[in-house]
């Protein structure tokens, strides 16, 4: 036998970045320790396609209703569908930049039952549509949400990695003390009103930062959503995180922020809701199954659940979400059972 006859071993697939270590995502899991349904107030149902493979993977792992950013086409198929478990997020047409058009989808979404605006301040976001909490037009959108009785949501601030990365560039795109003063100012004037922090107030790394937010403005929530940045930042300060989420548990609401897609089938979708799930209720210790693209690949994040307690899962999982929507006039009504 020659060399040219050894023919060379096929390379290993590379695992999928969903499940780099293998899990079986179907293995059963038992529902979380919920009185009601498991809502998840932050996520991205897009499109009415996406719905059949969405529920059961969500079924799965426990979670029953939605508190959905979804465009308003597909929404309006999807209430048809699966209305009595999704609630939505009023969002303007991204690709079209444009006050009036988003007035107007305020409008259509306040009549098909949405009582909630989020305005998305990350800062590649303002960049590109040239918009900040502090814009003439993006106020007026507030005082009209806020007139109809929605609640305000944003998302401000983004990883430390990122501003230590692609937003190194001060002139360009600010820094995360500006952008938080611009939150402040926001927060300031509805400073009655009830207003949803997306992502741990876009600050998990600072939980100084939200523990002052919280403590000078009663009416903000924050959500708990961002399975990879969730993930790297609440496992690397596991004790304090705990502390934290414990201390303000009447304030947090869980989410996954899911994002669906028409690649991504049971076992995408399913990670997501496996790490959080491991994440807020268990002591796990170990691998996340899902590549962190913010870490070199010998620098994956190392999981450390918070393990809470019972009573501390039941108000994030189910009664906060509940609490805030009550305040403007919304109820998912199987969710009392």
């Keep these: 036998m020659t060399a040219a006859d050894i023919q060379p071993s096929p390379a290993v697939p ?11 995502f179907r293995k059963p899991m038992p529902r979380p320790k919920v009185r009601g349904w498991v809502i998840d107030a932050h996520c ?44 939505f997020i009023t969002v303007p047409k991204w690709a079209e930049n444009s006050f009036d058009d988003w007035h107007r989808r305020l409008e259509m979404f306040y009549n098909i039952g949405s009582r909630l605006i989020k ?8 960049i590109r549509t040239g918009w900040r909490l502090d814009t003439p037009g993006i106020r007026k959108l507030m005082r009209e949400a806020v007139s109809r009785g929605m609640i305000l949501m944003s ?34 004037e509805f400073k009655d009103h009830p207003w949803l922090g997306a992502h741990l107030g876009g600050n998990p ?13 009663p009416n903000l929530y924050l959500d708990i959503s961002a399975t990879r940045w969730m993930v790297r930042e609440i496992s690397l300060r596991r004790d304090h995180a705990r502390d934290f989420v414990i201390r303000n548990q009447d304030r947090l609401l869980f989410g996954s922020d899911q994002v669906s897609g028409d690649e991504r089938g049971f076992d995408f979708l399913a990670s997501r809701f496996w790490c959080h799930r491991k994440l807020w209720e268990t002591a796990y210790v170990g691998p996340s199954p ?43 009504e199987a969710a009392t059972m």
Aim: aromatic share 10%; hydrophobic share 40%; charged share 25%.
């Design 155 to 188: 998302h401000v601030g983004d990883p430390d990695t990122w501003y230590n990365g692609k937003y190194t560039d001060h002139a360009k795109f600010g820094t995360r003390e500006e952008h938080y003063r611009l939150w402040e100012d926001a927060l300031t």
């Design 119 to 126: 305005f998305h301040m990350a800062p590649g976001t303002m």
């Design 44 to 87: 991205h149902l897009l499109a009415a396609r996406h719905a059949d493979v969405w529920f059961q993977a969500a079924e799965h792992y426990g979670i029953d209703a939605f508190v959905t950013m979804s465009p308003l086409e597909e929404a309006l198929v999807l209430q048809r569908t699966h209305g009595d478990r999704l609630h």
């Design 290 to 332: 899902i590549v962190d693209p913010d870490l070199p690949e010998d620098q994956q994040p190392t999981m450390r659940g918070l393990a809470l307690p019972d009573a501390v899962l039941q108000k994030l999982y189910h009664d906060n979400v509940l609490k805030m929507l009550a305040r403007v006039g919304v109820r998912f």
């Design 14 to 24: 590379k695992p999928p970045d969903h499940n780099r270590i293998g899990l079986d």
């Design 205 to 217: 790394e600072d939980l100084g930062r939200l523990q002052h937010l919280l403590d000078n403005y």
